[in-house]
Every structure is written in structure tokens, then in C-alpha cells.
């Protein structure tokens, strides 16, 4: 539960990966793994949070502290059962917590990968003056880019860990499945939580969904 505990669990996430999975396998030290796992994805998401909110200062840098970790999580624990479910039913041979054992490593590197790009995404807001369209559509479309690879990241880590610890294939199916409910659930999550780089409301009322909305930015923006 320490601050060391956090910081060996991202450590041997990025170095130690093989060593990371060995024991998932074995399901060696899984609550200690699991808890600081999640408290890492927690802090350094909060984090580049604060980064996001610094756009538009003042409450908005708290909101999106609380923000960011709320939407990894509620994304990673709602595809969960899905991955879980799907992977018994087509023949995987792992266990709840080892799957959750994997998805929350996913997330703990989306996490740090988003860390590494804190002083990308100041360095942006601090000289990239105004506040007009153009200013926000570019921040917006920073961060959107940022996690996207912050995602794939995750993605490639969430795909060595299930092949790492599956004694078979059967998995493969099922956690395209799992991994779909994942990608829509973080996607509209996201819309639901905003907005990020406005200085208004902790959370704006329920209309349309991410992609309606991404595609009449570009479109916008394209259209000057």
C-alpha cells in the first residue's frame, strides 16, 4: 500500500515485464500486485489529469484529477467480466483475478505512458496562446492523439499478458470480443465525464456520444 509498493509495481511493469507475468501466472503476491497495480493507475493518471485541466485553470485542473483515474477504471471494471466470462466459455483456463491481474497491468502502463507525456502536454498549453477554436480543437485533438497511444501501448502489454499466461489459444477470440467492450465503454466514458478543458460544470448532461462528436470537430476544423 506504499508509495514504493506504487512505484516497484510501474518499475517492474516497464522493465521487468516477463518477471510481471511469471508471477501472474503462478498467481504469486496477486492482492498486493492487484492493489498497487490499481493505486499506480490511480496517481498517475490524476497527474496527467491535472495536466489536461491546466487548459482552463482554476477547478477544472480538480476535476480532471478525479476525472481521468475515474474513467481507466470504470472502463477497466466494466469490460472485465466480459474478458472473464468470454475467456471461460471459450476454453481459457485462467482464474478472475488473474485476468484482472492483466487488464489492470493494461492500465497501470496506459497510466505511466501518460505520465511520460505530462511535459508534451504542457509544454502545448503553456505556448500555445488563446483561448479560441483553433487553440481548443489542437488541445483537444493533443490529447486524444496522447491517449491513443497511451491505448495501444496498453493494448500490446494486455496482448503479450494473456498469451503469456494462457496455456492455450482459445483465448484469442474472446478477448477481441472483450476488448471491443472495452474500446467502446472507454470511448463513451469518456464523453460522458466531460467536459476536460472547460472551466464550467464537474460533468455536462447526457447528448450524442464520442465519435458524433470527434467527427464534427475534424469536420470543423477541415471546413475552417
Do not use: C
Amino acid at each position: 500500500m506504499s508509495g514504493v509498493g506504487v512505484l516497484k509495481v510501474a518499475e517492474d511493469l516497464l522493465r521487468r515485464r516477463r518477471e510481471v507475468l511469471a508471477k501472474i501466472k503462478s498467481g504469486e503476491n496477486l492482492n498486493s500486485f492487484l492493489l498497487n497495480a490499481n493505486l499506480a493507475t490511480i496517481l498517475f493518471a490524476a497527474i496527467y489529469g491535472a495536466t489536461m485541466g491546466a487548459y482552463a485553470g482554476g477547478l477544472q485542473i480538480l476535476y480532471d484529477v478525479i476525472k481521468i483515474p475515474l474513467l481507466l477504471l470504470i472502463s477497466l471494471y466494466v469490460a472485465l467480466p466480459t474478458y472473464y466470462v468470454l475467456d471461460a466459455f471459450s476454453g481459457g483456463d485462467i482464474s478472475l483475478r488473474q485476468t484482472a491481474a492483466v487488464i489492470v497491468s493494461s492500465f497501470a502502463i496506459m497510466s505511466i505512458i501518460l505520465l511520460a507525456f505530462v511535459p508534451v502536454s504542457l509544454f502545448f498549453t503553456l505556448t500555445t496562446p488563446g483561448q479560441g477554436f483553433s487553440t481548443y480543437a489542437f488541445t483537444v485533438l493533443l490529447n486524444v492523439g496522447i491517449f491513443a497511444i497511451a491505448g495501444i501501448a496498453g493494448l500490446a502489454y494486455q496482448v503479450s499478458g494473456m498469451e503469456s499466461i494462457h496455456s492455450n489459444s482459445r483465448w484469442a477470440s474472446a478477448f477481441v470480443l472483450g476488448l471491443l467492450v472495452q474500446i467502446f465503454v472507454g470511448t463513451q466514458m469518456a464523453w460522458v465525464l466531460r467536459p476536460y478543458f472547460d472551466a464550467g460544470p464537474f460533468i455536462r448532461p447526457l447528448e450524442g456520444n464520442f465519435y458524433i462528436a470527434l467527427i464534427k470537430l475534424i469536420a470543423r476544423i477541415l471546413g475552417g
